[in-house]
Nanobody
Framework: QVQLVESGGGLVQAGDSLRLSCAAS????????MGWFRQAPGKEREFVGR????????YYVDSVKGRFTISRDNAKNTVYLQMNSLKPEDTAVYYC?????????????WGQGTQVTVSS
C-alpha cells in the first residue's frame, strides 16, 4: 500500500493560482497512472485529471482543461496539480490517487486530501 500526502491547498481569490503536491511514500514509485480528484461540499467526488507516468500523457475534464496542468517529478516521487485562473466553483477538497498498473481497474490508494477554497 502506498501512502500519498497532498499539500499546497489554501484560500485564494478568483483568478489566482495554486500548486498542489502529492508525495508518495515508497521508492521507487512508478505506477501506471496518478489521478487527481475533488469533492465539493454536498457533491460527489469527481475526477479532475490524470497522468500516465511512463509517457507523461495527461487527460483533463473539460471544466479544468486549459487551466489545470498535471506534472510529475520522478526524483521527488511527487505529482503536481498546477491550477491557474481559479474559479469559485473549483472550491473543493482535492485528492490524489494511484492506479498501480494497467491490470488495476480502479485507483486503489488515496491521499487524505487538501482543501482549496476560491473566493469571488
Amino acid at each position: 500500500q502506498v501512502q500519498l500526502v497532498e499539500s499546497g491547498g489554501g484560500l485564494v481569490q478568483a483568478g489566482d493560482s495554486l500548486r498542489l503536491s502529492c508525495a508518495a511514500s515508497v521508492r521507487p514509485f512508478s505506477p501506471y497512472r496518478m489521478g487527481w480528484f475533488r469533492q465539493a461540499p454536498g457533491k460527489e467526488r469527481e475526477f479532475v485529471g490524470r497522468i500516465t507516468c511512463a509517457t507523461g500523457a495527461t487527460y483533463y475534464v473539460d471544466s479544468v482543461k486549459g487551466r489545470f496542468t498535471i506534472s510529475r517529478d520522478n526524483a521527488k516521487n511527487t505529482v503536481y496539480l498546477q491550477m491557474n485562473s481559479l474559479k469559485p466553483e473549483d472550491t473543493a477538497v482535492y485528492y490524489c490517487a494511484v492506479r498501480a498498473s494497467v491490470a488495476n481497474a480502479t485507483y486503489a490508494d488515496w491521499g487524505q486530501g487538501t482543501q482549496v477554497t476560491v473566493s469571488s
